[in-house]
């Protein structure tokens, strides 16, 4: 499990912070925030609960040893995960904490990532089990 981040931390700061930031994808830049609400399936879903569209700035803490901050924006959420934007590709079962605020973040597990452009990866994630004193998601 990754180590606990000092919830004192304020998001800004760790913006501020970041080694990388995500490059929204070519034809988003202006649209990328404006969705909301119940995200359309398609016709051969498999998922098991309904996603929504939840687009917010946010901070992926990756590596235990020496970790490294990465702006990120999340992209959609269910029950089970979530699905981000990421400006580094991740590989299957690596670990990430996702810090949308200093009293919300969630320590995710990938499942896929998926290259959209130039420092844009689509990261689909499952949350991994929440560590003591983290916010539960329902």
């Not at 998926?114 to 689909?124: D, K, M």
């Amino acid at each position: 499990m990754l180590a606990p981040i000092a919830s004192a931390v304020m998001i800004s700061e760790l913006w501020e912070s970041v080694v990388e930031e995500t490059q929204l994808p070519p034809g988003e830049e202006n649209s990328y925030f404006k969705r909301s609400g119940i995200m359309p399936t398609a016709y051969d879903e498999r998922r098991r609960h309904r996603r929504f569209y939840y687009r917010t700035p946010a901070v992926l803490r990756v590596g235990d040893v020496e970790p490294v901050l990465l702006g990120a924006y999340c992209r959609d959420i269910s029950r089970n995960g979530m699905g981000l934007l990421s400006p580094r590709q991740f590989l299957p079962l690596q670990q990430a904490r996702l810090i949308i605020s200093e009293s919300q973040w969630y320590d995710l597990r990938v499942r896929w990532c998926r290259r959209l452009g130039e420092q844009c990866y689509h990261v689909g994630c499952d949350f991994d089990t929440q560590e003591e004193g983290g916010p539960g998601l329902w």
